[in-house]
């Protein structure tokens, strides 16, 4: 999902099939808002000293969760805890949610801020891909001018996987993911380093392949002339297929002679997400490649 250009700071997704994302790694600020869709507010003040240690020096947090259904839409401060507080309930809209960030927003924006989302899939599985989109919009539009950071976490489920590929571009807007097919790369990057290159050089033209294919049992050749300008050739085509092949993407057909012909019933697209955001946020090789 393309971030709106008025939004000027930094923008991540966390993103964890596993349990609740890491969305507290590397918060630098001293000033935090935190939107609660998944966490009470106890316990997430809790996690602050399992996570990072300490707590930040001022932190709103705008709880629009279970653990306050029913409660009126209210704000506290507790001063000497440097710490104010918004209950909105799960029922908040979008328009409640943004305006109570803006409320803790309040006039000095030209201070540095990170505003942490433990898990916006309740909010996705509750009133679906255009109300994330919603938020993140109006995220961008109400810290416009703010120097900062926000960080959206997510949980990967087999209700969540769909949207969650089709809002947010692997490439580009996550840079943490928690996700078992992190095993199978790392296998597949040991025990067939040559396949491993290719599935990560060009997993992404890949997808364009096996998704604009009309074939359900393809060659290579065949699912490459759908892309037009290809980085591939049919032959690297074939190549990386069968990495994601054995990475559990794709099958392959076994009833053929000659070139291997592969299965795109059985495709995944979730799991394809998964390689591809794993992918793209590895940096041991040095190469930054979801900046």
């Not at 989109?133 to 120097?147: P, S, Y």
Request: charged letters at 25%; hydrophobic letters at 40%; a negative charge.
């Amino acid at each position: 999902m393309p971030v709106p250009a008025e939004f000027g700071g930094k923008f991540a997704v966390r993103v964890s099939s596993r349990g609740r994302p890491r969305v507290r790694d590397a918060v630098t600020e001293e000033r935090v808002i935190s939107l609660l869709f998944d966490t009470d507010i106890e316990e997430w003040r809790r996690g602050w000293s399992r996570t990072v240690g300490t707590s930040p020096g001022r932190e709103a947090i705008i709880s629009a969760n279970d653990s306050t259904r029913g409660a009126d839409a209210t704000t506290q401060v507790v001063p000497d805890r440097r710490l104010a507080y918004t209950l909105l309930g799960s029922n908040a809209d979008v328009e409640q949610i943004i305006e109570a960030v803006a409320g803790h927003l309040g006039d000095d924006c030209e201070f540095g801020l990170t505003v942490l989302i433990d898990d916006v899939a309740p909010l996705l599985v509750g009133a679906g891909r255009e109300a994330v989109e919603a938020l993140v919009d109006g995220l961008a539009e109400t810290l416009d001018g703010c120097r900062g950071s926000v960080v959206v976490g997510c949980s990967l489920t087999e209700s969540t996987a769909a949207s969650v590929a089709a809002l947010f571009d692997p490439r580009t807007d996550v840079d943490q993911i928690d996700h078992p097919v992190a095993v199978e790369l790392a296998a597949l990057r040991r025990d067939d380093p040559t396949t491993f290159g290719y599935v990560r050089r060009h997993w992404w033209e890949a997808q364009a392949a096996i998704e604009g294919c009309e074939r359900n049992y393809p060659q290579a050749k065949q699912a490459h002339t759908g892309l037009s300008d290809p980085e591939t050739t049919p032959r690297t085509l074939g190549m990386t297929l069968s990495g994601l092949a054995t990475l559990g993407v794709l099958e392959t057909w076994g009833e053929t002679v000659g070139p291997t012909r592969y299965d795109l019933t059985a495709y995944d697209p979730g799991r394809m997400w998964a390689v591809g955001a794993t992918l793209a946020a590895d940096r041991t090789d040095g190469e930054p490649t979801n900046d």
